[in-house]
Nanobody, 123 residues
Framework: QVQLVESGGGLVQAGGFLRLSCAAS????????MGWVRQAPGKEREFVAT????????WYANSVKGRFTISRDNTKNTVYLQMNSLKPEDTAVYYC????????????????WGQGTQVTVSS
């Protein structure tokens, strides 16, 4: 079992940057694919980035490609999301998810979620 705690959200102006962190408990962190998911008001949750167990493979949603970077440090049981050139449409609650898997043409969420961290981008 994995417990996840996100941090790093906040209010930022358009064009700015934030770095989200997700700290995981448990010895099995390094065995999980990790992902970041966001949910904007009135919208469904969407995956924005995932990273493989060893960090050697990443995936990004088209909406964030070139602006966001996912990384992980397995020695610290932590996954990060560096968000640059932020836009108002990036405003959402961002969640860390452990164990997502590719099903068909999209990611399906894994079983473990953090509590979420709010990111608000003002225009």
């Amino acid at each position: 079992q994995v417990q996840l705690v996100e941090s790093g959200g906040g209010l930022v102006q358009a064009g700015g940057f934030l770095r989200l962190s997700c700290a995981a408990s448990g010895r099995t962190f390094r065995s999980y694919v990790m992902g970041w998911v966001r949910q904007a008001p009135g919208k469904e949750r969407e995956f924005v980035a995932t990273i493989s167990e060893r960090g050697d493979s990443t995936w990004y949603a088209n909406s964030v490609k070139g602006r966001f970077t996912i990384s992980r440090d397995n020695t610290k049981n932590t996954v990060y999301l560096q968000m640059n050139s932020l836009k108002p449409e990036d405003t959402a609650v961002y969640y860390c998810n452990a164990g997502p898997r590719w099903v068909g043409s999209r990611y399906a969420a894994g079983d473990y979620w953090g509590q979420g961290t709010q990111v608000t981008v003002s225009s």
